[in-house]
């Protein structure tokens, strides 16, 4: 068992920046592949990004690409979102996700989510 715990949210004006961290805990020995899903309000979850064990296979949503920018450091067992030029539509709830094996853009092929970190981008 993993557990995920985001933490960073917050209200920003659009344009403005935040940053999402994940810190995991438990069975962190696996290699697991992590990311981060969203789901604003009415919507269900989409993809955002997400990042492989050793960090060169790095995936992002065509929304975000150029503005968010995903990283991880293993010996602390952290994910983090770096987002820039932030927009009302990227206002959500953003979950930190992990899973063994290859990545993937289906949050039904992960195993481990956290509760979530509010973000709210205002106009």
């Known amino acids: 068992q993993v557990q995920l715990v985001e933490s960073g949210g917050g209200l920003v004006q659009a344009g403005g920046s935040l940053r999402l961290s994940c810190a995991a805990s438990?069975?962190?020995?696996?290699?697991?592949?992590m990311g981060w899903f969203r789901r604003a309000p009415g919507k269900g979850r989409e993809f955002v990004a997400s990042i492989d064990w050793r960090g060169p296979n790095i995936n992002y949503a065509d929304s975000v690409k150029g503005r968010f920018t995903i990283s991880r450091d293993n010996a602390k067992n952290t994910v983090s979102l770096q987002m820039n030029s932030l927009k009302p539509e990227d206002t959500a709830v953003y979950l930190c996700?992990?899973?063994?094996?290859?990545?993937?853009?289906?949050?039904?092929?992960?195993?481990?989510w956290g509760p979530g970190t509010q973000v709210t981008v205002s106009s």
């Open positions: 996700v992990a899973k063994t094996g290859t990545g993937s853009t289906y949050y039904t092929e992960y195993d481990y």
């Open positions: 438990g069975r962190t020995d696996s290699y697991y592949h």
